[in-house]
Every structure is written in C-alpha cells, then in structure tokens.
Nanobody
C-alpha cells in the first residue's frame, strides 16, 4: 500500500508565503513524476506544477515566477514553495505521484488527501 501525506497548508495574507510538503511511503520501487494540483470551489482540478525524477519542472502560467517545486528523491518527498500568494491561489492543494510498486509493474497515479490553502486578509 502506498500513501501520500501532505502538510504545510493554512491561512496566509496576500503577498505571504507557504511551503507544502508531500511524503510518499509504503511499497515503492520507484517514483517518476511528482506534482501538485489544486481545486478551488466550483472549479476543476488543475495542474500547478510538476517535477520529473531527473528534475525537469513544469508550471502553470498563473504561478510561474512565484511558486517553486522541488523534490528529495531519497526521502520520496516533493515540496511546493509558494511566494507572493494571491487570493486566487486559494484552493485545496493535492499531491500526485506516478509510482511503480514493483520492477515490472506500470506506474500508477497516487493522490494525497489534500491540504487547504487560504489567501485572505
């Protein structure tokens, strides 16, 4: 069984910063891409940022220059540093990882439980 556990959400004022963490644990052979998605009320879930196992990153246009994704491969952990936060960043943020649980098994999608980020004065 594989689990993704997120932490670091909360309430922050506009212009502030938060750092999200997501640790994968359980029966893991390897992890390919890891990423963060978010879902605001009444909206579809959208990709915020992703990072490949080799370090290549991808960002939504709305967060470029403000958010930074990184990962610690030995710890199976992905981070999202969020700076210059805006009210429109308010959402539930979900961690995602493509995980191979055995050497010959295909990678599967796993999701965290979500963490609330609220940007408000």
């Amino acid at each position: 069984q594989v689990q993704l556990v997120e932490s670091g959400g909360g309430l922050v004022q506009p212009g502030g910063s938060l750092r999200l963490s997501c640790a994968a644990s359980g029966s893991i052979y390897s992890i390919n891409d890891m990423g963060w998605y978010r879902q605001a009320p009444g909206k579809q879930r959208e990709l915020v940022a992703s990072i490949a196992s080799g370090g290549n990153t991808n960002y939504a246009d709305s967060v470029k220059g403000r958010f930074t994704i990184s990962r610690d491969n030995p710890k199976n952990t992905v981070y999202l540093q969020m700076n210059s936060l805006k009210p429109e960043d308010t959402a539930v943020y979900y961690c995602n990882a493509h995980i191979r649980i055995r050497i010959r098994s295909p990678p599967q999608d796993y999701w965290g439980q979500g963490t609330q980020v609220t940007v408000s004065s």
